[in-house]
């Protein structure tokens, strides 16, 4: 019961900390951590004890464990990849990158997840490094959990079924054991620095049973995961093979957070289908005596400060080059990792079938599509890029002159500033996932405009965003010719409809920025924690009153 109080204040005490405060604190305990921790030998010493019910408890070595600050209550947050800032770690920041840093930019906290790279050394404790003021501890994978856990059942299989494409997934049971094996290696290391006062933020598909695996190892700190894909429907989910220890274990989350009310009701349905499971009040389901709750908190951007960004890139030498390349041609743009869920195919058909019908436009528009490469070891990957570049030769081949490429198709990684600067040449962005969590490229796109003179956003009803950026010329990614016909709209669209649209979408975005959305969700983990501690509070008032009520009733039947 003290725990749970205890739990409870310390998030509200977390979302009250200022950035002052969190630099006030002794440098984040971090000075002499900067780097791998220790040789073998320390490893060792520093590993976590267990305590006589074998269980392991929050006191292992003071410097590891004081990750992130040495007193109050830290945000501890994990997700599979970690993008620690370094010189050659170029990944496209996705929705989770830009998330994550955004929910610690103000608060005290550490990101615990992969390096990105392959090692086959265990190594007893993540290495720390601290980089603007976050701390990231980092642990690499053997080439078994890559294969088994990374391009296995989080790529092979979770992701196609997540985003509908149950024909695309590849169980095996040995990529199934190697994903729990990789979340109980995540959940000991992480179990060694974890303090009794810590929340836990989990994200992703790649760590779905991390919180049971941490409840295993004693751990009663709030915990909550947040998925950042898409949640399929009932009958799609239940196609994963034992997907019981999969998805059910999500239960042994606090808080589970979506991106969308669909998305939170088709797991909500899911919930539903596990033996014994009750739904309570709101959102609230219980599962064999443990408490969980949904709810969908849309992921979003900094907006003012990338809108900001976007107005400096616009003078950078990047844009100014793509300005002058284009000599009088309007620039579409696309923008996603190469991947089959993005709808790329669908969207250069539907860019070629706009040229066909509309030959007035060739040699008037450019289509940009950058999409920096992903998770090439599996083969729909290698298939998806070998169709698409060979679509956009086909096209451009067709339509093309000496003069003018309808398709520029860049697979170089551009920076978050370059593609602000992008962003905002761009007279249309064609945002067409088949399907997608959100897509926050839709939002950096309408951030980033010229309000007095702002470009047109092509968006996907089967993307996240499709349910906040009601301006956008919403479009069926399937239907190549409303697809060709939008374009053609937001091409000729006057100026004043352009501002009539883009305006709100803004104002809404400045206001669901992404502070809100990691302020909504931590606040909602906090009130999750609170209830059960306020239940027993009660019960625990009421016990003495019970068993005198019991002791009359039984007196009254002698
Ligand atoms: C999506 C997922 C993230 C993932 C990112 C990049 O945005 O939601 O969890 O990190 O894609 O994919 P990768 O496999 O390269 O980490």
Redesign the pocket.
Do not use: E, K, P, T
């Given at each position: 019961m003290l725990a749970y109080n205890l739990i409870g204040s310390s998030l509200v005490a977390l979302g009250a900390l200022s950035l002052a405060t969190m630099r006030a604190r002794a440098n984040w305990g971090l000075s002499a951590l900067d780097g791998t921790i220790g040789a073998q030998e320390a490893a060792s010493e520093r590993a976590p004890s267990r305590d006589s019910d074998g269980r392991r408890h929050q006191h292992s070595d003071p410097s590891v464990v004081e990750l992130g600050g040495s007193m109050g209550p830290r945000l501890i947050i994990v997700?599979?990849?970690v993008a620690v800032p370094e010189p050659g770690n170029k990944?496209?920041a996705?929705?989770?990158?830009v998330a994550v840093k955004a929910a610690l930019r103000n608060r005290t906290g550490v990101w615990f997840g992969w390096s990105?790279k392959i090692d086959e050394t265990e190594t007893a404790e993540p290495r720390i490094v601290e980089r603007n003021h976050i701390a990231y501890a980092v642990i690499d994978l053997s080439k078994n959990d890559f294969e088994e856990y990374?391009n296995g059942l989080?790529?092979r299989v979770l992701?196609p079924i997540l985003h509908y494409r149950v024909d695309l997934q590849e169980y095996s049971r040995v990529d199934h054991s190697g994903y729990l094996r990789v979340n109980r290696q995540f959940a000991d290391k992480l179990s060694a620095f974890l303090r009794e006062d810590d929340v836990v933020w989990v994200?992703?598909?790649?760590l779905m049973p991390l919180a049971r695996e941490l409840r295993a190892r004693g751990h009663l700190n709030p915990i909550g995961f947040f998925l950042?894909?898409p949640c399929a429907p009932l009958d799609i989910l239940r196609t994963l093979p034992h997907h019981d220890e999969i998805l059910g274990a999500l239960t042994y989350y606090d808080l589970i957070g979506f991106q969308t009310e669909n998305d939170c009701d088709n797991f909500a349905a899911y919930l539903l289908t596990i033996p014994g499971a009750k739904k309570g009040r709101g959102l609230t389901f219980e599962v064999e005596g443990r408490q969980t709750r949904i709810g969908a908190f849309p992921v979003s951007i900094e907006t003012a400060t990338y809108a900001r960004l976007a107005r400096n890139a616009a003078r950078s030498s990047l844009a100014r080059q793509i300005r002058e390349s284009l000599t009088g041609l309007r620039l579409v743009l696309g923008v996603d990792?190469l991947?089959y869920s993005k709808g790329i195919i669908q969207r250069i058909k539907a860019f070629d079938r706009f040229l066909e019908v509309n030959p007035e436009w060739r040699s008037r528009v450019t289509l940009l599509q950058i999409t920096p490469r992903?998770?090439s070891d599996i083969k729909d990957y290698t298939a998806i890029e070998n169709e698409v570049t060979t679509l956009i030769g086909r096209v451009n081949g067709r339509y093309g002159e000496a003069f003018w490429t309808p398709i520029r198709y860049v697979n170089r990684f551009h920076s978050r500033t370059a593609l602000s600067g992008i962003y905002r040449a761009a007279d249309v962005a064609l945002v067409t996932p088949l399907r997608d969590?959100m897509n926050i490229v839709a939002k950096e796109y309408v951030a980033a405009q010229d309000a007095e003179n702002p470009g047109v956003l092509i968006l996907s009803q089967f993307a996240g965003a499709a349910a906040e950026l009601t301006g956008a010329l919403i479009v069926n990614p399937h239907e190549c010719d409303a697809v060709a016909a939008a374009l053609k709209q937001a091409l000729t669209m006057p100026l004043l409809e352009r501002r009539e649209r883009h305006g709100p979408m803004v104002e809404h975005l400045l206001v669901h920025n992404i502070e809100r959305w990691a302020e909504d969700y931590l606040a909602a983990l906090g009130e999750t924690r609170q209830r059960p501690s306020l239940m027993s509070e009660l019960r625990a008032f009421l016990q003495p009153f019970e068993a005198v009520d019991r002791s009359a009733r039984n007196a009254r039947r002698a």
């Open positions: 997700s599979n990849r990944q496209m996705g929705g989770l990158v990105g990374y989080a790529n992701w994200h992703d598909y790649h950042h894909i990792r991947d992903s998770r969590g």
